[in-house]
Structures are given as C-alpha cells and as structure tokens.
C-alpha cells in the first residue's frame, strides 16, 4: 500500500463515531470470467489467515464481507466486496440495483475490449450518467485505446473519475487501485457530509443569531422604555401633588414630553428589522434645551435621590443631530450617575467648544469606575449593577453618538474623583 493510501486508511479510521460508513463495494466487468474471478480473488479473498505466507499459497474458504458471517478464529475478513459480471448490460443492471438499495459500488474494474456491441469506455460513460459519484479502473492492453483517447471520450468532466492498469496487471496493482479509488469515494462522501453538517450548523447559528438579535432588542426596548415609564410615573405623582394648575400643567408637560421620547424610541427600534419607515432626519437645535429636556425628565428622581445637578450654561450652542435620541443618551447617563450615587451627590455638566467638537461633560461626585471594568462598560449586556441593570445603556448611548452622529464616547475617571463622560459631537456653527 502506498503511502498516500495508507495516510487515507488512517484517517478514515479515526473519523469520529456518526460519519459516513466507508464503502468498499467493488464492480467487476471482463467478458472473460476467469479474468473477473481472478480480480475477485485478489480483491476479496473469502478468508485469509492472519498468519498467511504469500497470497498465492494461501488456502481460502468461502466467506464473504457481504454474508455478514464473522470469520473463524485466526482468520481475518475479506477487504471488499466485490461483484462480478460479464456483461454491459449485466452491469448497468447491477449499479442501478445497487443504487435502489442503497449500497453503491464506490468503484469498478472494467475490461476495454469487452467482446460486446459497447465497448468498457462506453459503458462507463453510461454508468457515470447513472451513478456520478462511482469511480472507474480500466483495465487495457497496449493495442487498446489510449490514455488520451479514453479521457476524450469520457470529457473533462469525468477526468478525475478514472484510471487505468495495463495488462498483464499484478496483484499489487489490482489491490492499490481498489483501495485507492475506494478511498476517494470515501473521502468525497465525507465532505459532503461534513458540508451538510456545517450547512445545517450554519442555519442553526443563523437562527440563534436572528433568536439573539431579537432577544437584545426586547431588552433594549425594555430598559429604555423602563427609563422614562419610571419618568412618567414620577411626574404623575409629582402633578397629584400639586396645587396650583401651573405647577400641575408643567409636569403634565414633562410627562407628555417623556412619552414624545418613548414614542421615538419604539419608532428608532423598529428601523432595525428593515421597516420601510425611516429614522428621524438631523435637526439644528441647542444643546443646551436637549440637556433641559433630560434634566427635566430627571427632576423627580434627582428631588426624590438627593442629587444635586450643577451646570455652566454658556452662550448659545448650535448642534445638528436627533433631539430625542439624544435625550435618551443624557437621560441614561444622568440614571448612571444617580445609580452611582445611592445617598446623593452631585452631577456637573459642562459643555465647550473644542473645534470641530461640541465637547458635552457629565461628572458626577460617586466613587468612579474600577479600573478592571472601565474598558467593558460600553459592551452590550455588560452590567455592574447584577439583577437590577441590562448592560444596555451605554452601549445604547455608544451606537447614537458615535454612529448615529458620527461622534465620541469617551468614559473615564475623573481627577477629583467620580466617574466623567464626554461626549463630543461635531459642531454645527450658527446660522447653517
């Protein structure tokens, strides 16, 4: 055995258990049967003894691979199993029942001059047209077609489907060239195995990813929307507290307003599975009553938290982006800072100009971020704060500054102590 051969054995061998079952079903075609027979006995011994001298004194008895009867003690089981026939149509019949019954030949033998209207080279042209995946040997002499012949009249498509021994052929021959041709077949099945198997991984990995993305989506919805119901729900609270119809009608305002968010946010989510309805367009407006916005959003939980809001409100500051979507990253920034905050505290936010940024500050007096967990606090479901967070809201907060508006998130420790985040957006000078 060769030892590419030999390296196909052993890998065959060690597949793991649910692979293809090799095939070592082999045809023979000779119009001369004591030619066929002679192969089948080269091929398929019916026993040999594990001992044996040379294959040509060996004493054989009959018992095939195919009668599934083990083998008597000291004796091991034929290689193949082999069939033979003597004619074309004898083995056109033999492959189409081979194939109905689900035990394919994985290769041939076949006699060129077969002595019959269809030469072997036809008749493996006939049989490749039945059965494709079945490999041929053709066994010639000198005065037969030639190589280049046999490979015109086969096609190119069909080149790398035969092969072929002279006469006067030797065992070792005979033996090579069936477990050669056995192997491939083997090794063909195998990757179309395999490729079935990575298909089908593949459509499961798909269908979890689809499960996932949706899964985040209902998460992400769910945190959001649990953001400013906690919103509506406060100043709800706050307008039944009140006396005077102001004062009611202004957190009447805040709560209409939260829901004008809530309604922009389902609008911005619903974008994600390819709905028709677009995002809403860029708007010039001022930083500064998109910062309002969120902090008045945030006035009952910053009364009822204890934490003071501190802010440098300079001249007018012209922004071009999506007020609601900004409002949804300050007002998840503004709940971090409180959560930080669990006795109250303060929250500093300024806002400079630092061309061609507009550079918005958010510092808040808690005891800042571990230095291990500053690097993550942006992944999505990442969350220090266990049952009570979805890891989330500055993932959220990421995704609208930096590729909603083409931005920068940064997260860092301050020098005095808590934690900052700077958001810087690109400017949009006055008048454009």
Not at 269 to 281: I, Q, V, Y
Not at 369 to 374: A, Q, S
Request: charged letters at 25%.
């Amino acid at each position: 055995m060769s030892t590419a051969a030999k390296l196909i054995r052993d890998q065959r061998n060690l597949l793991p258990k649910g692979n293809p079952v090799p095939n070592r079903r082999i045809l023979v075609v000779d119009d001369e049967p004591q030619i066929g027979e002679g192969i089948k006995r080269i091929l398929c011994p019916d026993t040999v003894s594990a001992s044996a001298t040379p294959r040509s004194s060996r004493s054989l008895q009959a018992v095939t691979p195919a009668t599934g009867t083990p083998a008597a003690p000291g004796l091991v089981a034929s290689e193949f199993d082999v069939v033979v026939v003597t004619t074309p149509e004898a083995a056109i019949d033999a492959v189409t029942h081979a194939l109905r019954e689900n035990k394919p030949f994985a290769m041939g033998f076949f006699d060129v001059m077969l002595g019959a209207e269809m030469d072997g080279i036809e008749l493996v042209k006939q049989l490749l047209s039945v059965d494709p995946k079945m490999y041929a040997v053709f066994v010639t002499a000198y005065q037969d077609r030639s190589v280049d012949t046999i490979g015109s009249l086969l096609g190119d498509e069909n080149r790398e489907k035969w092969d072929y021994i002279n006469k006067p052929f030797t065992e070792g021959e005979i033996l090579q060239k069936g477990r050669n041709a056995t192997s491939l077949w083997d090794l063909h099945r195998l990757k179309e195995w395999q490729e079935e198997r990575l298909s089908e991984a593949h459509q499961l990995l798909l269908q979890n990813e689809r499960q996932n993305a949706v899964a985040a989506v209902g998460r992400s919805v769910a945190h959001e929307f649990g953001n400013l119901l906690t919103h509506i729900v406060g100043n709800a609270e706050l307008a039944l507290e009140q006396k005077s119809e102001p004062a009611m009608k202004n957190a009447l305002d805040l709560i209409l307003k939260a829901s004008d968010t809530a309604a922009s946010i389902l609008k911005r989510f619903r974008t994600l599975h390819g709905s028709a309805e677009k995002t809403t367009p860029p708007a010039p407006m001022d930083v500064w009553q998109v910062l309002d916005e969120a902090l008045e959003l945030m006035e009952f939980q910053f009364r009822k938290r204890y934490v003071l809001v501190k802010k440098s409100r300079p001249e007018f500051m012209p922004l071009l982006g999506n007020r609601h979507a900004l409002v949804q990253v300050f007002v998840n920034l503004f709940m971090n800072a409180m959560y930080a905050m669990p006795k109250g505290g303060e929250i500093n936010i300024k806002v400079k100009v630092e061309k061609p940024w507009m550079e918005i500050s958010i510092h808040d007096s808690g005891p800042g971020i571990p230095e291990d967990v500053l690097p993550r606090v942006t992944e999505a479901l990442f969350t220090t704060k266990g049952g009570d967070g979805s890891g989330l809201g500055l993932s959220i907060c990421k995704e609208i500054v930096e590729i909603e508006h083409q931005g920068e998130l940064i997260i860092q420790n301050h020098s005095k102590g808590g934690a900052e985040v700077i958001i810087r957006l690109p400017l949009k000078a006055k008048g454009e």
